[in-house]
């Protein structure tokens, strides 16, 4: 059972949410807000089931499951009644598509230039909540809570826009009027009901800069993401071969995509991430290509220790980087490309592949292919050598 404001007395549930909004600006958190837990269901369920029947997750198979949880807070943990909304600015301190126009360095996504933000923010969120747990008890309240950070099955945007922090943009995610969309976004849901604010309206209008600036096309109407074919999802999430007709679109990409998010106008509101541990790493502003082509296992854990690119392993961080090498136009990289025909993994061995029919004339590429062909015994690298250049 949660509990509610009794009528007509002081109102503790009012003092918590100020002094629990007060302690999360003073964490360095952006814009606490509070939504109800109850009331999502059964617009986020349809909305949720009309992206998994359309199939737009992909290979994340995870988000098809738990559902009922994922669209309901309330399902997810039954004595919640209120949820606290934060963000977390994470805004560039420099043009974030600039790197996007130099082929012969990786663009890593703004958000994985620094330390791992589930940490960081999961940090912050626990100390929050044992402030308001402490602070609840001073007020004699008994205030159960729990902490997320795209670490449940919760629907973090719809939740963050219904709390007012901001509005869910053409491309999906959360746009604030006064932060913009450089903002992670974290939870804390509560046992108490604290009142709500007031949900958002879109701000949105005629303006389509993100859609028209998506290399991959990948909305298939406002409002709406195939993850299938969003550069985030190709070089994070997705563990196979990239579909060869996306590869030349995903240009020096090699971990995420920032283009959405950098062209939309309210980023002009936007603050530069004051969180030093999100910080930027000068070695991942504009890695050579020519460098990190070259990590094995050890140097890629070595180098991306604290990072969220550790979370992808070395040979699906490779195999971007050599898509990326593809795409680059540069015959310099060759002798480190035939250098990876003896790779362990065929994954890398693949992308290799590609990038030599990319960088090679056709002939020298057939001369190449009969000389490897033969030894290979992976089919997908197989195909990879039988196919004509693309
Ligand atoms: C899965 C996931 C992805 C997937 C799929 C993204 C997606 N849009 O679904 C991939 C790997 C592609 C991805 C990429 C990125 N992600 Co991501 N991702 C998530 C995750 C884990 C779940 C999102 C989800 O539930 N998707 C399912 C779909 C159904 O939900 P939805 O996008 O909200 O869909 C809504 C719309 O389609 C809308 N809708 C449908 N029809 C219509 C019609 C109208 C008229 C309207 C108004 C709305 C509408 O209703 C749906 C429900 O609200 C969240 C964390 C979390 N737990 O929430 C982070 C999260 C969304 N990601 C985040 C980030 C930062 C990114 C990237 C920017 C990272 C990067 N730089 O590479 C990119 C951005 C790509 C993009 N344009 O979305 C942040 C976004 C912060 C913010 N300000 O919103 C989150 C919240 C993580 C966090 N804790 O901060 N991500
Ligand atoms: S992150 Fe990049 S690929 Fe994905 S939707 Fe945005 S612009 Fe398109
Ligand atoms: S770029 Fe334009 S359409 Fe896209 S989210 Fe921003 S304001 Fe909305």
Redesign the pocket.
């Known amino acids: 059972m949660h509990v509610g404001p009794a009528p007509g007395k002081p109102n503790a549930h009012e003092r918590l949410k100020a002094a629990a909004t007060a302690e999360a600006l003073r964490l360095g958190l952006t814009a606490p807000r509070i939504v109800s837990a109850s009331g999502h269901g059964q617009r986020?369920t349809d909305?949720?089931q009309a992206?998994l029947d359309q199939r737009r997750h992909g290979s994340?198979a995870w988000?098809a499951e738990r559902t009922a949880a994922r669209a309901d807070p309330t399902v997810l943990w039954p004595e919640a009644g209120s949820i606290l909304v934060v963000g977390l600015d994470y805004g560039p301190d420099e043009d974030a598509l600039a790197v996007t126009r130099l082929p012969d360095v990786g663009a890593i996504?703004?958000?994985a230039r620094g330390r791992d933000y589930h940490d960081v923010l999961k940090g912050k969120l626990k100390q929050l909540a044992g402030r308001i747990g402490a602070r609840g008890r001073d007020l004699g309240l008994d205030v159960q809570v729990k902490v997320f950070?795209?670490t449940a099955p919760?629907?973090?945007?719809?939740l963050a826009a219904g709390s007012g922090l901001g509005w869910?943009g053409k491309?999906?995610?959360?746009v604030s009027r006064a932060h913009g969309?450089w903002?992670?976004?974290?939870e804390i849901f509560l046992n108490v009901m604290l009142p709500a604010d007031a949900a958002e309206t879109?701000h949105c209008g005629s303006c389509r800069a993100c859609l028209d600036a998506c290399p991959t096309d990948a909305f298939p109407a406002p409002?709406?993401?195939d993850?299938r074919r969003?550069i985030?999802?190709l070089t994070?999430?997705h563990a196979g071969p990239i579909p060869r007709d996306l590869r030349p679109l995903i240009g020096n990409r090699i971990y995420?995509?920032?283009d959405?998010?950098a062209v939309c106008p309210w980023n002009k509101f936007a603050a530069v991430g004051a969180e030093a541990k999100l910080a930027a790493r000068n070695d991942l502003r504009r890695p050579s290509l020519a460098d990190l082509a070259m990590l094995d296992d050890g140097a890629f854990r070595a180098r991306f220790s604290a990072s969220p690119i550790k979370r992808i392993g070395r040979d699906r961080f490779v195999r971007n980087v050599l898509i990326a090498i593809g795409n680059s136009g540069d015959p310099s990289h060759l002798p480190r490309l035939v250098g990876l025909l003896g790779d362990a993994s065929a994954l890398v061995r693949g992308a290799g592949v590609w990038a030599l029919s990319r960088l090679l004339p056709p002939a020298d590429f057939a001369a190449l292919a009969v000389a490897h062909l033969p030894a290979e015994s992976d089919w997908d690298v197989r195909a990879e050598w039988s196919r004509p250049n693309a």
């Open positions: 986020l909305r949720l992206f994340m988000m996504s703004v958000y950070v795209d919760v629907m973090e945007k719809p869910q491309h999906t995610n959360l969309s903002l992670f976004l974290g879109d409002y709406q993401l993850a969003c985030s999802y994070i999430e995420g995509c920032d959405c998010l």
